[in-house]
């Protein structure tokens, strides 16, 4: 993603237990959404997540999907989407409202 780049993945579960945030980040935040539902919700619950870690949220994605991509979460398509919409909000980071998986992290943090 250029010179700016995002510098680091974040993973984000409603718990919080493994969340690595770290203050002055700007973030896109992305949520899969079961088709029918309403994303609206969800994204409002992880950007007072964020705004509580002093992460600037400049932006927000939302996949609607019977269930998540098992490789990237959201879809490769999706992933590229977010890519480009990161580089022109200057996101430094992508937060998930869930645990990824090892995979889908590897995978992602491929893509970036």
Sequence with gaps: MG???LRRLLIEDYLGQRARIYGGERALLIEVVPPGFDPRDRLAELSALAGTAGVVVVGTLA??????DPATYIGK???LEALHLAQQLA???LLFGVELTPVQARNLEEFT
């Design 63 to 68: 996949q609607h999907r019977a269930r998540p």
């Design 77 to 79: 398509g999706k992933v």
């Design 91 to 93: 996101a430094d980071t």
């Design 3 to 5: 010179g700016r780049g």
